[in-house]
Each structure stands twice: as structure tokens, then as C-alpha cells.
């Protein structure tokens, strides 16, 4: 079979990228003192971080967008780490996949945080479909694999990053392994 690229090449353009730093790091530096997420207003928020708000309103419609473009951007880092493998197997994608899950520990804290697992469950969820139709998954069994295992995804990568001291990368994996089984083969 021939090799199908994930990664969509998305292209953000030097501003919008140092502004989503700027963004990303407000909402971190907020995080950790304690701020609570429901009382951050745009405005001061902006202030805070540095940027205009026609700046965020340009790229963003609420705070939570500001975690949305940053898990794309993992996503999307992921995918291209995984279209570099020549071969793709259960044992070395689930390392690649704790891999991916583990380093975005600080993410996954501020999604709880700002409770934003809803949109970060829509991202998985589509991530983990378009994975599915490069594999030639019949619709209706993407439909539901997509669903249960972007959602499986999510809460492992929540449940870990909530661990303190966090993790070892061997345990998460093993965890892993354990609780999120390897894609059937196609079956029509």
C-alpha cells in the first residue's frame, strides 16, 4: 500500500505565531498562579500577554481558541513525526503516541484548567479519523473507532497529565498498552 501523509502542512504565518506564544504563555504564567480560568476577561488578558485586541479577536472567537490552535499544532507535529516512520505498528505507534501525549503534559493541564476537554475531544476525535481513512476504514466502523478511541486518547492523556510527580514514560506506556488495544484489521 502506498504511503498516505497525515500532516496537512498547516502554515501559520511569523505575527500569528509569535502572538500565539505570547498567548500561550500569558495563559501558562496565569495557570500557575492559581488564577482561576473563569475569571480571566479578554482585555485584561491581552494586556497581560502583550498583544492588541484586535490581534486576538483576528485569530481567536474566546481563550479556549488559544488551547484549540495549540493542540492542532501538536497534532499536527505528530502527524509528521509519524509520516518519517517507514514501518507503523502497534508497538512502536503507541510509543510514538504516549511520546506525543507525555510532552504535552503542560498542555493538557491548561485544557482542564479551562475546561475546554470538550473542544479538545473534537480534535481528537478528528485526528484520529483522518487516521482511519488513510487506513481504508469502512465509514461507518471510523465513525465509531474514531469516536471511542479519540475520546480514550483524551482521557488517558488528561488522567496522566494530572499525575504528580509526573509519570515515567515506561509506566505511561505500559498503562497504555494495557488499556487502549492495537486497530483491528479491516474486516468488509
Known sequence: ?????????????????NSQVKMLTALQRLHAEGIAFESLKIGKFCQYAGVSRATFYRHHQDLQDILAVELLKQIGAFEHRVDQ???????????????ALLDARRLWQLIVWAHAEDRARSLMIGAVQRVLITRDYPSADRTFISEWLGTALLTFALQTAQVEPAMPPAKALSLYRTLIPDLPPIVN
Open 85 to 99: 516512520r517507514t514501518i507503523m505498528d502497534f508497538q512502536n505507534g503507541s510509543a510514538l503516541i504516549v511520546s
Open 1 to 17: 500500500m502506498p504511503k498516505i501523509q497525515l500532516a496537512s502542512g498547516m502554515h501559520i504565518d511569523a505575527r500569528s505565531a
